[in-house]
């Protein structure tokens, strides 16, 4: 199995700028595409922030943190990724984008690259379909925040190829993650399992008069879970959990799956979790 030396991350988002700092860390040469210079500008920054906390905290010393940082460039020009051995896409989660991303991509990148998608909620096999590549694309699903979370699902289609398929996998292990395989359902395993389980946490808020702070309690001292489900929906992001359970309602129509009244409401109002600095609890900085 060909390494793969050169990595391309389209979209330096919250999850973008994270793979990148994961593939520039694991030692390829690393090209991020956004929409704007500035954009780009703002995620390289963000990378070299959290190297350079890595660094205080011991984790990683400071040439390796130069080093990393030196394999990661910024661009807007997608003919850039024509020397990637792999492209992981990373733009907003709108199945029209990311298929015409794909469908661009074509004219770009070498056949012999593997192509993946970080979606969280859409088809890999629509995504897929775009290509004149199917067999060549997966679904690498990094959990937030990238750098720090060890988990990637591989997903596979049934137009996967072995070799493709495999060589995303291994590039997962040798970045240091633990990947697992999984086919192509709605929210592949742990949003599947997780979605559905937050939406009741937080209807057991209204129907056992509970506060998120003893529900979060609850959870951590009777399920032994590491954190809360109120400072986990607090921690993905309301509207992003929001969205989610909507896909995933649509895809499986279970009941479960639906976002609480709650949840909708606190979207719509902007209490958005710590980016916002108000959620199911506040936060200092937004
Ligand atoms: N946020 C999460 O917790 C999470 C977790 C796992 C997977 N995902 C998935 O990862 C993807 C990105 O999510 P995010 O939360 O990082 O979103 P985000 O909005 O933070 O980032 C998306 C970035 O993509 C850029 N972009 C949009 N179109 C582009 C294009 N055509 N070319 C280059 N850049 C483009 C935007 O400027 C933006 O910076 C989505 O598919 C999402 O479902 C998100």
Redesign the pocket.
């Known amino acids: 199995m060909a390494e793969i030396r050169t990595v391309g991350v389209?979209?330096?988002?919250?999850?973008?700028a994270g793979i990148a700092q994961v593939c520039a860390q694991a030692g390829v040469e690393t090209i991020g595409?956004?929409?704007t210079e500035e954009?780009g500008g703002r995620a390289r920054e963000r990378v070299a922030h959290y190297l350079g906390r890595g660094v205080e905290k011991g984790r990683l010393t400071g040439e390796e943190r130069d080093a990393a940082l030196a394999r990661f460039r910024t661009t807007t020009d997608r003919g850039d990724l024509a020397g990637c051995d792999l492209v992981i896409e990373?733009?907003?989660?709108d199945l029209e984008?990311k298929r015409d991303?794909f469908r661009e991509l074509d004219g770009i990148v070498a056949p012999e690259a593997v192509l993946a998608t970080?979606?969280?909620?859409l088809s890999v096999t629509e995504i897929a379909r775009a290509t004149g590549r199917p067999e060549r694309l997966v679904g690498m699903?990094?959990?937030?925040p990238a750098p720090v979370l060890p988990l990637v699902e591989i997903v596979r289609t049934e137009l996967a190829a072995d070799g493709p398929y495999e060589r995303a996998y291994a590039f997962a292990e040798r970045a240091g993650k633990e990947p697992v395989r999984c086919r192509d359902t709605p929210g592949f395993i742990v949003n599947r399992i997780l979605i559905p389980l937050l939406n009741d946490c937080v209807r057991v808020l209204d129907e056992a008069a509970v506060t998120p702070e003893d529900l979060d309690r609850a959870m951590r001292f009777g399920a032994g879970w590491p954190i809360g489900p109120c400072s986990l929906v607090d921690l993905?992001?309301v509207d992003?959990h929001v969205h989610a359970s909507e896909a995933l309602h649509a895809a499986l129509g279970e009941r479960r799956m639906a976002p609480p009244e709650r949840l909708v409401r606190m979207a719509e109002a902007g209490e958005l979790g710590r980016k916002s600095g108000r959620g199911f609890f506040t936060y200092e900085s937004g």
């Open positions: 389209v979209g330096l988002g919250t999850m973008g595409v956004e929409v954009l990373a733009i907003v989660e984008a991303l970080n979606t969280s909620a699903h990094f959990f937030n993905i992001g992003i």
